[in-house]
């Protein structure tokens, strides 16, 4: 039997945006508030605490011989407890990223009025194992200069401004020598 | 257990907080619109009979849940009047506050029906409220109504 | 008749009201890694891996992103039940019986105690147009179900007590218990009402823990070291999802539940085929109702029977050994985790000191809460 | 080992719109009902239910499977859902495939609905909590960018441009004129995908499949049921699913190696030792275009870095040697995220039975294969089917 366009065509009553926000179909709005206390635990603990410092942080599989970022307290392809802490620096590789024209709420940003593009990257963490890497923005970098195996360095927010959170790092830019290629 | 280390400072026992950050606007559906509307303009409520099992949903609903028969066909008028199937007195609002004023709120079975529907008893003192208490629907006067279930301001003792 | 498939190990983190000092993850892996220690295997030999999470419940959007990594079940078939534990395991059990694993671990976790408001949580499980605007909180629709189930059945507000003061003190020779406490059934009626007749003290409070399991099949699990507890009969049904359409005042899915374990095990007289219990009891007429859903008990027997101390650990037929979800903490969709792993303690001497003597066939009965129409039956015998 | 043989014999669907006016319970019974019609069963006949549907967070309900219950055919019966995230559809059909391989159930009734336009404007907060809410969300990443992320990744590896990558886009629309219940259909150029709009590089606005309201619905049956009420049953003869780390950032994404765990799993199941031979055709996931290639290569349909000569050879078109997602994919018949993997089932559904209509691939195929993706880019569901 074959799917045809008069079977499927009661099957969905397209509507435009505006029969929705002008109520030509009757509506019911909701916002909910679902709001969450996720406890840390040990490891993302650590990490955040150490971001504050002004540092990163991260655990050492004794089997594997990984440095694992963001640290956490079993490895999960050992299938054991990790064994110590070590500091990893605050530089690394750009291994992909992206030069974003929307934001979260996947609302425009004003590109053509002067506004810089969003660039996200996956950096791997000089220190850490290799391909080890954490999402990070980079910034004081013309976006359509970056390139995968780009050098790059965290910008910290000044310590009185830390409060324990992946985002104590601004954002992470070229290291020197690359920066004189941006803008 | 089952770490190597764990936190043994109350200190280092730390949370991040956060939340799902969302907006909704839900449509009634097909049946659903039809239902709200005859709220709206008829301060009646539309069921949906499916006779071959002998059923009468409410609010109407476009398919049989037991046979899976389609019956949009065949939505019914149900009017305002009922009686309590079951009800209680509640005491907290849905994010747990504790009320002022407590409220009733009852599962009305509505004459004709088979289902009942979930709504707010008024006008009558908690102690003077049993099971199989005949009840009636109260709109909110017609300009107040936006196709709601809240157009039905509660459901009262009936009269007569 | 299915292939025969076996409990063969099994790990608890036991449930606290708060577990500050761990994550979601750790919680998980120390079940996990118990689980497996039980058992005697290493997540690399595992076949398959089931998961239990609500998106809701957890605080995120797709939530069983995060589950395989705390389980071993890094690029391992693993997949998420968004529903109570024992259809997780049924899930499980249905991997064992397929073929397509001989080894299957089943994985449940509450972080209850992350959750800032559980009942907008549950509002926003309600119809949002024909329910969620009356702003209501989500326990009246329990009450509203008690309230029904005391009309038809003539149970009392009392006898309801009677489960919380029992449960509760369960719960203090448990030790994996949250919540134990002496009370007495005045103390319950004298709660403030919180939806009349539920007050305070007949809904159960919430508790985090985690559960892991490991299955096998028959052929598998004779060679590994511990005495499997074998799952002969799993049910689960869905009742009316809608609030106005289902039955108020019993509880259809259980029966539904019940009738299809039973006659996957083969039984016929629960009452007499099965000895003891470990059934929902979130809030309190629920233990109640789901007794007489289950068969044990006739319609309106249950709260007679509890009375006079039939379901207590030394009664004829001992409901909630453990404390249940009064006693031990209501886990969300690791209720029926909760339950099944006092059964299979029970079942192999390893309860501790609620420990019943020389029961052989347990029944383990979840409920996913409100305003959900489904739950999920277990028996079980060594 | 032998497995207990199941059968697909029946399907239905709805059409895939921006904004439905239907509810999701109403979606839901939709597919259903066509499904259950065109297997010629009754509701009574059905033994359980396994529904499949992605983010609560969409349709704006929570423990959705228990909402649309009903609207599925799960009024009194056992009804589980799954969920693996995006991988949620063709899961669902793998779940359902559990309940019937395992002799528990003789018929099961599998049901995908998603309900995106509830979240008003738009779903992305739905999407921002897809990431570690610690260490991830606070950076107020969108969904897009794993995309971007895992795109430019996989274009450095191969040395692949946007304009290979962009006629992934060009077939998929182009093919989906001839679907019936098709979103974004149409005609269009490498060029007008290159100058759409950017969202983010390399991602530009005709490289992404729309937000869609639908349903879709498959029954399956064992054997002897099969053989009894269907003419035509198409087998499920291998599935596999697998999930890689949670830690996304860890892993190099050129490659993806959980869709070919999940795909070595099926083959092996199938008794396929030569994919890209023993496969006629195939429906990858494709939510954006670079996807349909990436998996075309984690499915070992292709050497790795060989997808875009096939796209360019013209072999994935619906009359090359293998086509891949002749219903028009994600890209343009929509993307309800599971029921949209749906869809794709019930294309080689219909493709292995001569009932695609216009869409219907030459040379008669007898081995398909349908896939999904989801997660942090870290899940992959692979069914086989042969009739």
């Known amino acids: 039997m074959e799917i045809t366009k008069e079977m499927v065509e009661r099957t969905a009553t397209a509507l435009k945006l505006e029969d929705i926000t002008k109520r030509k179909v009757l509506t019911t709005p909701w916002q909910p508030k679902v709001q969450y206390a996720w406890d840390d635990g040990p490891a993302i603990g650590r990490y955040l605490a150490e971001l504050k410092n002004g540092r990163i942080i991260a655990r050492t599989c004794r089997k594997c011989r990984r440095i694992m970022i963001p640290p956490r307290m079993f490895c999960e392809l050992c299938w054991r407890p990790s064994d110590d802490w070590t500091f990893v620096k605050d530089t690394g590789v750009v291994n992909t990223f992206v030069i974003s024209h929307v934001d979260w709420k996947a609302g425009r940003l004003d590109i053509k009025g002067g506004e810089r593009p969003l660039t996200p990257a996956v950096i791997e963490i000089d220190g850490a194992s290799a391909g080890m890497g954490i999402l990070h923005m980079l910034d004081e970098v013309d976006p359509w200069q970056i390139k995968i195996g780009m050098k790059v360095q965290a910008v910290w927010k000044p310590q009185a401004e830390r409060q324990g959170a992946i985002t104590d790092i601004r954002y992470f830019k070229p290291l020197a020598p690359e920066r004189k290629r941006g803008k | ?160 | 008749m299915g292939k025969r498939v076996a409990i063969v190990g099994i790990g608890t983190t036991g449930f606290r009201a708060t577990t500050p000092d761990v994550s979601y993850r750790e919680l998980t892996y120390e079940a996990a890694v118990k689980a497996y220690l039980d058992a005697g295997i290493e997540p690399k030999e595992v076949g398959a891996f089931v998961a239990t999470s609500e998106d809701l419940i957890e605080g995120y959007s797709i939530s069983d992103e995060y589950s395989p990594d705390q389980l071993g079940a890094v690029l391992k078939p693993i997949h998420t039940v968004p529903g109570d534990f024992l259809q997780s395991l049924a899930n499980g059990m249905m991997l064992v019986q397929s073929g397509f694993a001989d080894l299957v671990v089943v994985q449940g976790l509450s972080k209850a105690s992350n959750i800032l408001n559980v009942g907008e949580v549950l509002t926003f499980a309600e119809d949002p147009v024909t329910v969620r605007p009356l702003c209501e909180t989500p326990h009246a629709v329990a009450a509203l179900d008690m309230c029904r189930f005391l009309h038809e059945t003539g149970t009392t507000r009392e006898q309801c007590a009677r489960v919380v003061v029992k449960n509760r003190r369960n719960a203090l020779r448990n030790q994996r218990a949250a919540h134990g406490t002496l009370l007495e059934a005045c103390d319950v009626l004298a709660a403030p009402p919180v939806a009349e007749p539920l007050g305070r003290y007949d809904i159960a409070q919430h508790a985090d823990g985690a559960v892991v399991v490991v299955l096998a099949s028959e052929e598998r699990a004779a060679h590994l070291r511990r005495a499997p507890v074998w799952i002969r009969g799993i049910g689960w049904a869905t009742d009316a999802p809608s609030l106005d359409s289902r039955v108020w005042g019993d509880a259809r899915y259980a029966r539904l539940a019940a009738d299809m374990a039973y006659r996957m095990a083969g039984i016929r007289t629960p009452r007499r085929e099965i000895q003891f219990a470990e059934v929902n009891d979130e809030y309190s007429y629920k233990e109640l109702q789901h007794l007489e859903a289950l068969r044990i008990y006739e319609r309106g027997q249950a709260g007679r029977a509890t009375e006079v101390g039939a379901t207590e650990p030394t009664g004829e037929f001992p409901v909630n050994v453990s404390g249940g979800s009064l006693g031990c903490g209501a886990t969300f969709d690791l209720d029926g985790g909760q339950k099944l792993l006092e059964v299979v303690l029970q079942l192999r001497g390893e309860a501790g000191t609620p420990q019943l003597r020389g029961v052989t066939t347990g029944l383990a009965a979840s409920w996913r809460g409100v305003p959900s129409a489904t739950g999920a039956v277990a028996v079980l015998s060594n | 080992m032998g497995y207990r043989r199941v059968a697909i014999i029946g399907a239905g669907m709805t059409k895939f719109v921006r904004f439905a006016q239907e509810t999701g319970k109403e979606l839901a019974y939709e597919a259903s009902k066509m499904a259950l019609d065109s297997a010629g069963l009754d509701l009574s006949q059905i033994d359980c239910v396994s529904v499949g549907s992605a983010p609560d967070a969409f349709d704006g309900v929570h423990m959705k499977g228990e909402y649309l219950a009903d609207g599925s055919g799960g009024w009194g019966k056992p009804v589980m859902r799954n969920f693996v995230g995006g991988g949620t559809g063709v899961m669902n059909v793998i779940h359902g495939w559990h309940h019937v391989a395992s002799g528990m159930f003789d018929t099961c009734l599998v049901v995908s609905e998603e309900k995106m336009s509830s979240a008003f404007p738009h779903p992305a907060g739905a999407f921002v909590t897809i990431f570690d809410h610690t260490t991830e969300q606070p950076i107020k990443p969108t969904l897009l960018w794993i995309f971007a992320i895992e795109m430019n990744r996989f274009m450095n590896a191969h040395g692949y441009t946007k304009r290979d990558i962009a006629q992934v886009a060009v077939k998929n629309k182009k093919n989906a004129i001839d679907h019936p219940c098709a979103q974004l259909p149409g005609e269009i150029t490498v060029d007008d995908v290159l100058n759409s709009e950017v969202m983010a590089y390399p991602v530009n606005r005709l490289d992404v499949s729309p937000t869609s309201d639908g349903a879709a619905a498959v029954i399956l049956a064992a054997e002897h049921v099969a053989r009894r009420v269907c003419e035509k049953p198409v087998w499920i003869d291998g599935v596999g699913w697998a999930l890689d780390t949670a830690y996304w950032c860890t892993r190099d994404l050129y490659y993806p190696d959980y869709v070919e765990v999940a795909a070595r799993k099926a083959y092996e199941m199938a008794g396929i030792k030569e994919p890209s031979k023993e496969i006629h055709i195939a429906e990858p996931y494709d939510p954006f275009t670079y996807k349909e290639l990436h998996h075309m290569e984690g499915l070992m349909l292709c050497k790795r870095g060989e997808s875009v000569k096939l796209l360019n050879d013209g072999v994935t078109q619906r009359t090359g040697n293998l086509p891949i997602c002749p219903s028009g994919g994600l890209l343009g018949v929509g993307n309800p995220i599971s029921a949209a993997a749906v869809m794709k089932i019930i294309e080689i559904f219909l493709q292995l039975r001569g009932e695609a209509g216009k869409r219907q691939v030459p040379g008669k195929p007898t081995c398909g294969l349908a896939q999904a993706w989801g997660d942090l880019m870290q899940v992959g569901t692979v069914v086989v089917m042969r009739s």
């Open chain 2, 1 to 160: 257990m089952a770490l190597a280390e764990r936190i043994h400072r109350t200190i280092d026992a730390t949370h991040w907080r956060g939340e799902i950050p969302l907006n909704y606007i839900y449509t009634p559906g097909r049946a659903g619109e039809q239902f709200l509307r005859a709220l709206l303009d008829e301060e009646t409520f539309l069921g949906a009979r499916c006779a071959a099992c002998g059923v009468t949903y409410v609010p109407a609903r476009i398919f049989c849940e037991r046979c899976f028969a389609r019956i949009e066909d065949s939505f019914v008028k149900l009017g305002k009047r009922g009686t309590v199937h079951a009800f209680t007195v509640s005491h907290e609002t849905f994010d747990g506050v504790r009320k002022e004023e407590p409220s009733i709120v009852a599962l009305i079975k509505l004459d004709g029906a088979d289902g009942v529907v979930l709504h707010r008893l008024g006008d009558v003192d908690p102690g003077d409220v049993r099971v199989g208490l005949p009840v009636e629907a109260v709109f909110k006067p017609k300009k107040d109504r936006q196709g709601s279930i809240l157009d039905v301001r509660h459901f009262r003792p009936a009269k007569g």
